[in-house]
């Protein structure tokens, strides 16, 4: 208790008074998603000017794209933005006024988590399984 504190109810809720549940963990993921995708959108920016710029240009940054660390990125950032749609989804039915029954809410959580591993792990092979040097 905070000193000057005369209310017996405490200050806020505590971090070890909440038990975790899923859709603690989709709130969390979803705020997360959002700056991930910031910083997603300005990758495929630079490589779109360098694209736009020309094949010298790209050639520059071509093995880098079409490389390991540029599949796990693609699928990365696949992911974040299938999860974010998925979750912003469940947002609109919240704000509807359905879907507020825990054990909805949490089996949604992790069905949207879920799902957007699969999609983007079926997308990823897709889009990538081909190119070369990347083996998939």
């Known amino acids: 208790m905070a000193k000057g504190w005369t209310d017996k ?5 505590h971090i070890s008074i909440w ?4 859709t ?10 959002g700056i991930v ?3 997603g959108l300005l990758k495929l920016a630079v490589v779109l000017a360098f694209l736009a710029a020309g094949p010298q240009w790209f ?9 390991p660390l540029g599949a796990f990125v693609f699928f990365f950032v696949v992911g974040v933005l299938i999860y974010h749609f998925l979750n912003g989804i469940r947002h609109l039915v ?6 507020f029954d825990p054990k909805l809410a ?10 957007s591993v699969i999609a983007a792990i079926a997308l990823t092979w897709y ?10």
């Open 59 to 67: 050639a520059k940054i071509e093995p880098l794209v079409y490389s």
């Open 106 to 115: 949490n089996m949604i959580s992790l069905v949207t988590i879920l799902v």
């Open 37 to 39: 995708l910031y910083f």
């Open 19 to 22: 038990k975790w549940h899923p």
């Open 24 to 33: 603690m963990l989709s709130s969390i993921l979803h705020r997360a998603t």
């Open 94 to 99: 919240w704000d509807i006024g359905a879907g």
């Open 127 to 136: 889009m990538v399984g081909d190119m070369p040097g990347v083996g998939l």
């Open 9 to 13: 109810r405490p200050m806020s809720p």
